[in-house]
């Protein structure tokens, strides 16, 4: 089944703990990005990669950083997370297909961060 | 730069009725359009998209959308809600002209549905 997971899909944490939200896709989709949803203001880009070893900031980059060593793993690194980087993340990935109207992007089922 | 405006954060309709979500994009190039809809703890799930085809788009679950360049708009319409058509709904605009890269999302409209 084609699928993006994320893991773990819950979390509480304290601030200034270091964290990983990993993120993968089984289509071999190139590009990859992350998300977070907040109430209000819909979703905003955090960071995105167009293949392997190629990333670039998002909207809300800061106090963020992301890595993709392979093409279907995607993690989101919070090195030092703060309260107000609790919200929800999303994955999300697609095809790098210029003029495919097919092609869309798959969205995965979300982690809930807490920081405290 | 692209942005996206939701009009109404809260729509609420009875069971059967006209379902009407409002989305105004702006863009300074052909954008492609998309509507997700987010059921309660739930990731997103595609609606439809314009990619620059027709501009009466059909999506899943009877929805459907018209692309207006005059308006900027892309409304999402239903001709008669349902129960499970309860949930939050998204516009997104991608002006890069392609179905990939950043997706700019509007604030949401939650969509309630009375019996």
């Known amino acids: 089944e084609a699928q993006v997971t994320q893991n773990p899909r819950y979390l509480i944490t304290v601030t200034g703990k270091k964290l990983t939200v990993t993120c993968s896709q089984n289509?071999?989709?190139?590009?990859m990005s992350w998300y977070r949803q907040d109430p209000g203001l819909g979703l905003r880009q955090i960071y995105y990669s167009m293949n392997v070893e190629v990333t670039d900031k998002g909207d809300v980059p800061e106090g963020y950083k992301v890595s993709r060593k392979e093409k279907r793993n995607f993690p989101l690194i919070l090195e030092s997370p703060s309260p107000n980087q609790t919200s929800l993340y999303f994955c999300a990935s697609s095809r790098r297909t210029s003029g495919d109207t097919k092609e869309t992007q798959f969205f995965g089922p979300g982690t809930r961060l807490l920081v405290l | 730069a692209q942005s996206v405006t939701q009009l109404g954060s809260h729509v609420s309709v009875s069971e059967g009725a006209l379902v009407l979500l409002r989305c105004n994009y702006s863009s300074s190039v052909p954008p492609y359009l998309f509507w997700y809809v987010q059921y309660p703890n739930q990731g997103l799930q595609l609606l439809l998209k314009y990619t620059s085809a027709a501009t009466l788009v059909k999506g899943i679950n009877g929805f459907e959308a018209e692309f207006k360049k005059s308006e900027t708009s892309f409304h999402l319409t239903k001709p008669s809600a349902h129960m499970s058509d309860a949930a939050e709904y998204f516009c997104?605009?991608?002006?890069?002209?392609?179905?990939?890269?950043?997706?700019?999302f509007g604030q949401g409209t939650i969509l309630t549905v009375h019996p």
């Open positions: 289509m071999n989709h190139e590009y």
């Open positions: 997104a605009v991608n002006a890069g002209g392609t179905s990939y890269g950043k997706l700019t």
